[in-house]
Protein backbone atom coordinates (compact mmCIF):
# COMPACT_ATOMS: atom_id res chain seq x y z
CA UNK A 1 0.00 0.00 0.00
CA UNK A 2 0.89 3.61 -0.55
CA UNK A 3 -1.15 4.81 2.45
CA UNK A 4 -0.04 8.59 3.27
CA UNK A 5 2.09 8.82 0.08
CA UNK A 6 1.37 11.96 -2.51
CA UNK A 7 1.84 12.00 -6.30
CA UNK A 8 2.29 14.27 -8.82
CA UNK A 9 1.02 13.87 -12.13
CA UNK A 10 2.91 16.33 -15.09
CA UNK A 11 1.30 16.80 -18.07
CA UNK A 12 -2.14 16.62 -16.77
CA UNK A 13 -3.89 18.29 -19.18
CA UNK A 14 -2.41 15.75 -22.03
CA UNK A 15 -4.05 12.89 -23.34
CA UNK A 16 -2.46 10.14 -21.25
CA UNK A 17 -1.67 12.17 -18.46
CA UNK A 18 -5.41 12.99 -17.80
CA UNK A 19 -6.33 9.76 -17.99
CA UNK A 20 -3.82 8.78 -15.13
CA UNK A 21 -4.84 11.43 -12.78
CA UNK A 22 -8.10 10.40 -12.56
CA UNK A 23 -7.25 6.28 -12.42
CA UNK A 24 -4.42 7.23 -9.43
CA UNK A 25 -7.19 9.67 -7.92
CA UNK A 26 -10.31 7.13 -8.43
CA UNK A 27 -7.40 4.38 -6.95
CA UNK A 28 -7.13 5.23 -3.60
CA UNK A 29 -3.49 4.49 -3.49
CA UNK A 30 -2.71 8.08 -2.66
CA UNK A 31 -3.92 10.53 0.05
CA UNK A 32 -3.10 13.12 -3.07
CA UNK A 33 -2.94 13.16 -6.18
CA UNK A 34 -1.62 16.52 -7.96
CA UNK A 35 -1.66 17.41 -11.58
CA UNK A 36 0.46 20.07 -13.58
CA UNK A 37 -0.81 22.22 -16.46
CA UNK A 38 1.00 24.18 -18.98
CA UNK A 39 -1.02 25.83 -22.24
CA UNK A 40 -4.41 24.05 -21.21
CA UNK A 41 -6.19 24.52 -18.62
CA UNK A 42 -6.33 21.78 -15.95
CA UNK A 43 -8.60 22.45 -12.63
CA UNK A 44 -6.42 22.22 -9.06
CA UNK A 45 -3.42 21.85 -11.30
CA UNK A 46 -0.30 23.75 -10.60
CA UNK A 47 1.12 25.60 -13.38
CA UNK A 48 4.75 24.24 -14.58
CA UNK A 49 6.62 24.77 -18.03
CA UNK A 50 8.97 22.12 -17.89
CA UNK A 51 11.58 24.10 -19.64
CA UNK A 52 11.47 26.64 -17.03
CA UNK A 53 13.82 24.99 -13.89
CA UNK A 54 12.86 27.60 -11.32
CA UNK A 55 9.04 26.69 -11.97
CA UNK A 56 9.68 23.35 -11.93
CA UNK A 57 11.56 23.34 -9.06
CA UNK A 58 9.18 25.76 -7.20
CA UNK A 59 6.27 22.74 -7.92
CA UNK A 60 8.41 20.46 -6.88
CA UNK A 61 9.63 22.10 -3.46
CA UNK A 62 5.75 23.03 -2.84
CA UNK A 63 4.20 19.58 -3.31
CA UNK A 64 6.71 17.61 -2.17
CA UNK A 65 5.88 14.58 -3.77
CA UNK A 66 6.99 10.58 -3.35
CA UNK A 67 6.28 9.66 -6.68
CA UNK A 68 6.16 12.04 -9.77
CA UNK A 69 4.10 10.07 -12.42
CA UNK A 70 6.13 11.97 -16.03
CA UNK A 71 3.67 12.31 -18.67
CA UNK A 72 4.49 16.07 -20.44
CA UNK A 73 6.45 16.11 -23.68
CA UNK A 74 6.28 16.84 -27.21
CA UNK A 75 4.47 13.44 -28.22
CA UNK A 76 4.28 14.16 -31.83
CA UNK A 77 6.54 12.89 -34.06
CA UNK A 78 6.15 14.95 -37.33
CA UNK A 79 6.22 17.97 -34.44
CA UNK A 80 9.43 17.04 -33.43
CA UNK A 81 11.23 16.72 -36.88
CA UNK A 82 9.62 20.16 -37.12
CA UNK A 83 10.78 21.80 -34.54
CA UNK A 84 14.13 19.67 -33.21
CA UNK A 85 15.22 22.60 -30.33
CA UNK A 86 12.00 23.13 -28.61
CA UNK A 87 11.57 18.78 -28.99
CA UNK A 88 14.72 18.81 -27.26
CA UNK A 89 14.01 21.42 -24.78
CA UNK A 90 11.20 20.11 -23.64
CA UNK A 91 11.65 16.36 -23.89
CA UNK A 92 15.71 16.66 -22.38
CA UNK A 93 16.64 19.46 -20.61
CA UNK A 94 13.00 19.46 -19.68
CA UNK A 95 13.64 15.77 -17.73
CA UNK A 96 17.27 17.02 -16.45
CA UNK A 97 15.11 19.89 -14.78
CA UNK A 98 12.55 17.31 -13.20
CA UNK A 99 15.27 14.59 -12.64
CA UNK A 100 17.39 17.06 -10.18
CA UNK A 101 14.29 18.57 -8.68
CA UNK A 102 12.98 15.34 -7.66
CA UNK A 103 16.33 14.21 -5.81
CA UNK A 104 16.23 17.41 -4.23
CA UNK A 105 12.90 16.79 -2.66
CA UNK A 106 13.36 12.66 -2.77
CA UNK A 107 10.92 12.00 -5.07
CA UNK A 108 10.76 8.82 -7.29
CA UNK A 109 10.27 9.47 -10.78
CA UNK A 110 8.45 7.40 -12.91
CA UNK A 111 9.33 8.79 -16.74
CA UNK A 112 7.49 7.73 -19.90
CA UNK A 113 8.95 6.66 -22.90
CA UNK A 114 8.26 5.24 -26.09
CA UNK A 115 9.10 2.01 -28.57
CA UNK A 116 10.41 4.67 -31.13
CA UNK A 117 13.79 4.09 -29.46
CA UNK A 118 13.98 1.79 -31.38
CA UNK A 119 14.31 0.81 -35.34
CA UNK A 120 12.87 -2.01 -36.84
CA UNK A 121 15.84 -4.37 -37.49
CA UNK A 122 14.99 -6.80 -34.45
CA UNK A 123 14.09 -10.36 -35.24
CA UNK A 124 12.65 -10.47 -32.40
CA UNK A 125 10.85 -8.20 -30.00
CA UNK A 126 12.92 -5.54 -28.15
CA UNK A 127 14.02 -6.33 -24.80
CA UNK A 128 15.23 -3.74 -21.61
CA UNK A 129 18.76 -4.03 -22.44
CA UNK A 130 18.59 -3.76 -26.27
CA UNK A 131 20.50 -1.33 -27.99
CA UNK A 132 18.31 1.53 -28.41
CA UNK A 133 18.83 3.43 -32.37
CA UNK A 134 16.14 5.90 -32.52
CA UNK A 135 15.23 6.83 -36.42
CA UNK A 136 13.91 10.18 -35.63
CA UNK A 137 13.81 13.80 -33.59
CA UNK A 138 11.39 12.09 -31.45
CA UNK A 139 12.99 8.76 -30.51
CA UNK A 140 16.49 10.85 -29.67
CA UNK A 141 15.15 12.88 -27.39
CA UNK A 142 13.12 10.47 -25.54
CA UNK A 143 16.10 7.91 -25.11
CA UNK A 144 18.24 11.24 -24.36
CA UNK A 145 15.96 11.42 -21.60
CA UNK A 146 16.11 8.15 -20.65
CA UNK A 147 19.77 8.33 -19.85
CA UNK A 148 19.28 10.67 -16.98
CA UNK A 149 16.17 9.23 -15.44
CA UNK A 150 18.09 6.03 -15.35
CA UNK A 151 21.47 7.89 -14.14
CA UNK A 152 19.50 9.53 -11.09
CA UNK A 153 18.08 5.95 -9.82
CA UNK A 154 14.64 6.71 -11.59
CA UNK A 155 11.91 4.45 -13.37
CA UNK A 156 11.94 4.36 -17.27
CA UNK A 157 8.59 2.73 -18.70
CA UNK A 158 8.86 2.22 -22.52
CA UNK A 159 5.44 1.91 -24.10
CA UNK A 160 3.58 1.67 -27.34
CA UNK A 161 0.91 2.84 -29.04
CA UNK A 162 -1.32 4.25 -25.78
CA UNK A 163 -5.11 4.41 -26.54
CA UNK A 164 -7.56 5.12 -23.49
CA UNK A 165 -10.72 6.87 -22.86
CA UNK A 166 -10.15 10.28 -21.66
CA UNK A 167 -13.57 11.90 -21.83
CA UNK A 168 -15.74 12.63 -24.58
CA UNK A 169 -14.91 16.08 -25.90
CA UNK A 170 -10.75 15.51 -25.17
CA UNK A 171 -10.33 12.31 -26.29
CA UNK A 172 -7.90 12.43 -29.75
CA UNK A 173 -8.73 8.83 -30.26
CA UNK A 174 -11.68 8.27 -29.25
CA UNK A 175 -13.50 11.57 -30.58
CA UNK A 176 -13.49 9.79 -34.02
CA UNK A 177 -15.67 7.39 -33.00
CA UNK A 178 -17.63 9.12 -31.26
CA UNK A 179 -17.68 11.95 -34.03
CA UNK A 180 -17.98 9.22 -37.07
CA UNK A 181 -17.32 10.39 -40.95
CA UNK A 182 -15.11 8.91 -43.03
CA UNK A 183 -11.85 8.62 -40.78
CA UNK A 184 -7.78 8.21 -42.24
CA UNK A 185 -6.35 5.52 -39.96
CA UNK A 186 -2.33 4.22 -40.97
CA UNK A 187 -2.28 0.67 -42.16
CA UNK A 188 1.68 0.47 -42.01
CA UNK A 189 4.09 -0.01 -38.96
CA UNK A 190 2.65 -2.37 -36.72
CA UNK A 191 3.12 -2.18 -32.88
CA UNK A 192 1.82 -3.71 -29.76
CA UNK A 193 -1.25 -0.97 -28.57
CA UNK A 194 -1.41 -0.36 -24.98
CA UNK A 195 -4.51 0.20 -23.14
CA UNK A 196 -4.18 3.38 -20.92
CA UNK A 197 -5.18 2.30 -17.84
CA UNK A 198 -2.84 -0.84 -18.06
CA UNK A 199 0.24 1.57 -18.83
CA UNK A 200 -0.86 3.64 -15.31
CA UNK A 201 -1.51 0.48 -13.16
CA UNK A 202 1.94 -1.03 -14.30
CA UNK A 203 3.66 2.51 -13.49
CA UNK A 204 1.41 2.85 -9.86
CA UNK A 205 3.07 -0.24 -9.02
CA UNK A 206 6.36 -0.24 -10.16
CA UNK A 207 6.96 3.53 -7.72
CA UNK A 208 5.01 1.40 -5.02
CA UNK A 209 7.54 -1.02 -5.13
CA UNK A 210 10.41 1.68 -5.65
CA UNK A 211 11.89 -0.23 -8.58
CA UNK A 212 14.36 1.44 -10.92
CA UNK A 213 15.72 0.95 -14.16
CA UNK A 214 13.97 0.43 -17.83
CA UNK A 215 10.45 -1.48 -17.71
CA UNK A 216 8.59 -2.40 -21.14
CA UNK A 217 4.55 -2.15 -20.80
CA UNK A 218 2.79 -2.61 -23.64
CA UNK A 219 -0.46 -4.69 -24.93
CA UNK A 220 -0.39 -8.22 -25.99
CA UNK A 221 -1.51 -8.16 -29.88
CA UNK A 222 0.82 -6.75 -32.54
CA UNK A 223 -1.43 -4.36 -34.92
CA UNK A 224 -1.50 -1.55 -37.43
CA UNK A 225 -3.34 1.83 -36.27
CA UNK A 226 -5.83 0.36 -38.89
CA UNK A 227 -6.35 -2.75 -37.48
CA UNK A 228 -6.37 -1.34 -33.97
CA UNK A 229 -9.04 1.59 -34.70
CA UNK A 230 -10.92 -1.02 -36.90
CA UNK A 231 -11.15 -4.06 -33.82
CA UNK A 232 -12.21 -0.87 -31.17
CA UNK A 233 -14.87 0.16 -33.74
CA UNK A 234 -16.12 -2.82 -34.32
CA UNK A 235 -16.30 -3.78 -30.27
CA UNK A 236 -18.03 -0.55 -28.91
CA UNK A 237 -21.81 -0.84 -28.87
CA UNK A 238 -23.54 0.70 -31.69
CA UNK A 239 -25.99 1.26 -29.47
CA UNK A 240 -23.97 2.77 -26.92
CA UNK A 241 -22.37 5.42 -29.66
CA UNK A 242 -26.17 5.82 -31.20
CA UNK A 243 -27.00 7.55 -27.93
CA UNK A 244 -24.48 10.24 -28.30
CA UNK A 245 -26.13 13.50 -30.35
CA UNK A 246 -23.12 13.92 -32.32
CA UNK A 247 -22.73 10.83 -33.86
CA UNK A 248 -22.73 9.92 -36.70
CA UNK A 249 -21.63 6.71 -38.25
CA UNK A 250 -18.14 5.81 -38.39
CA UNK A 251 -16.49 5.04 -42.07
CA UNK A 252 -12.92 3.71 -41.28
CA UNK A 253 -10.29 3.93 -44.85
CA UNK A 254 -6.54 3.66 -44.78
CA UNK A 255 -4.73 7.07 -44.97
CA UNK A 256 -1.04 7.33 -46.49
CA UNK A 257 1.25 8.74 -44.92
CA UNK A 258 1.92 12.37 -44.72
CA UNK A 259 5.05 13.86 -45.54
CA UNK A 260 7.10 16.47 -43.27
CA UNK A 261 9.27 18.96 -44.79
CA UNK A 262 8.88 17.02 -47.86
CA UNK A 263 10.39 13.93 -46.44
CA UNK A 264 8.81 11.07 -44.91
CA UNK A 265 9.63 11.14 -41.13
CA UNK A 266 11.32 7.65 -40.63
CA UNK A 267 8.86 5.27 -38.32
CA UNK A 268 10.00 1.74 -37.28
CA UNK A 269 8.08 -0.68 -39.65
CA UNK A 270 7.69 -3.06 -36.99
CA UNK A 271 8.61 -2.38 -33.77
CA UNK A 272 7.11 -5.00 -30.35
CA UNK A 273 8.43 -4.67 -27.33
CA UNK A 274 8.57 -7.78 -24.98
CA UNK A 275 6.89 -7.69 -21.52
CA UNK A 276 8.12 -10.65 -19.83
CA UNK A 277 10.23 -8.57 -17.53
CA UNK A 278 6.80 -6.78 -15.82
CA UNK A 279 4.81 -9.78 -16.51
CA UNK A 280 7.18 -11.76 -14.06
CA UNK A 281 7.95 -9.51 -11.81
CA UNK A 282 3.87 -8.32 -11.53
CA UNK A 283 1.79 -11.17 -12.35
CA UNK A 284 -1.08 -9.66 -11.33
CA UNK A 285 -0.91 -6.58 -13.53
CA UNK A 286 -3.05 -6.97 -16.56
CA UNK A 287 -2.53 -6.58 -20.36
CA UNK A 288 -5.96 -5.82 -22.42
CA UNK A 289 -6.19 -6.54 -26.08
CA UNK A 290 -7.59 -4.09 -28.41
CA UNK A 291 -11.48 -6.12 -28.09
CA UNK A 292 -11.28 -6.21 -23.93
CA UNK A 293 -10.29 -2.40 -24.29
CA UNK A 294 -13.12 -1.43 -26.54
CA UNK A 295 -15.53 -3.10 -24.14
CA UNK A 296 -14.11 -1.38 -20.83
CA UNK A 297 -14.32 1.65 -23.00
CA UNK A 298 -17.79 1.40 -24.11
CA UNK A 299 -18.44 1.00 -20.64
CA UNK A 300 -17.02 4.22 -19.55
CA UNK A 301 -18.62 6.21 -22.65
CA UNK A 302 -22.29 5.21 -21.74
CA UNK A 303 -21.63 5.96 -17.98
CA UNK A 304 -20.16 9.54 -18.61
CA UNK A 305 -22.68 9.80 -20.82
CA UNK A 306 -25.79 9.07 -19.04
CA UNK A 307 -23.64 11.45 -16.50
CA UNK A 308 -24.53 14.31 -19.31
CA UNK A 309 -27.89 13.54 -19.19
CA UNK A 310 -28.83 13.44 -15.60
CA UNK A 311 -29.65 16.85 -13.79
CA UNK A 312 -27.06 18.05 -11.54
N1 LIG B 1 0.38 8.37 -26.79
C1 LIG B 1 1.18 7.36 -27.09
O1 LIG B 1 0.85 6.53 -27.93
C2 LIG B 1 2.50 7.21 -26.40
C3 LIG B 1 3.28 6.06 -26.60
C4 LIG B 1 4.49 5.91 -25.93
C5 LIG B 1 4.93 6.91 -25.07
N2 LIG B 1 4.17 8.03 -24.91
C6 LIG B 1 4.67 9.08 -24.02
O2 LIG B 1 3.64 9.39 -23.09
C7 LIG B 1 3.73 10.76 -22.73
C8 LIG B 1 2.36 11.44 -22.91
O3 LIG B 1 1.97 11.34 -24.27
P1 LIG B 1 0.54 11.87 -24.76
O4 LIG B 1 0.14 11.08 -25.93
O5 LIG B 1 -0.36 11.99 -23.60
O6 LIG B 1 0.92 13.33 -25.28
P2 LIG B 1 0.04 14.67 -25.31
O7 LIG B 1 -1.42 14.39 -25.34
O8 LIG B 1 0.64 15.47 -26.40
O9 LIG B 1 0.36 15.35 -23.92
C9 LIG B 1 1.59 15.98 -23.69
C10 LIG B 1 1.45 16.87 -22.48
O10 LIG B 1 2.70 17.55 -22.32
C11 LIG B 1 2.42 18.90 -22.03
N3 LIG B 1 3.56 19.75 -22.40
C12 LIG B 1 4.06 20.01 -23.62
N4 LIG B 1 5.09 20.88 -23.51
C13 LIG B 1 5.21 21.16 -22.19
C14 LIG B 1 6.08 21.99 -21.42
N5 LIG B 1 7.04 22.75 -22.00
N6 LIG B 1 5.93 22.04 -20.09
C15 LIG B 1 4.97 21.31 -19.46
N7 LIG B 1 4.11 20.52 -20.13
C16 LIG B 1 4.24 20.44 -21.48
C17 LIG B 1 1.17 19.23 -22.82
O11 LIG B 1 0.54 20.39 -22.29
P3 LIG B 1 -0.46 21.30 -23.18
O12 LIG B 1 -1.48 20.35 -23.75
O13 LIG B 1 -1.00 22.25 -22.21
O14 LIG B 1 0.38 21.90 -24.24
C18 LIG B 1 0.36 17.94 -22.58
O15 LIG B 1 -0.31 18.03 -21.35
C19 LIG B 1 4.85 11.36 -23.56
O16 LIG B 1 6.04 11.34 -22.82
C20 LIG B 1 4.99 10.39 -24.72
O17 LIG B 1 6.30 10.39 -25.24
C21 LIG B 1 2.97 8.21 -25.55
Known amino acids: ??????????????????????????????????????????????LMDITNRDQVFTVLREKRPDHVFHFAAISNVDYCEKDPDLAHSTNVEGVRNLVDACKEVGAK????????????????????????RPLQVYGKTKHESEELVLNAGGIVVRSSGVVGYAGIHDDKFMKFLIKGGPQGMYNNGKKCFTFAPDLVAAMAALAEKGASGVYHVAGPEKLTWYEYAS??????????????????????????????????????????????????????????????????????????????????
Open 109 to 132: LVHVSTDYVFDDKSTRPYMEFDTA
Open 1 to 46: MTDGLTALVTGAGGYVGSIAMRQLQESGKYAHVSGTMYRKHVDDAD
Open 231 to 312: TIRDNIEESVLSRIPEHKQLKLFVKEPQAVNGHQVPRPEKVFLDTSKIRREFPDLKFHTAQEAALIMGEQIARDYDIQLLPV
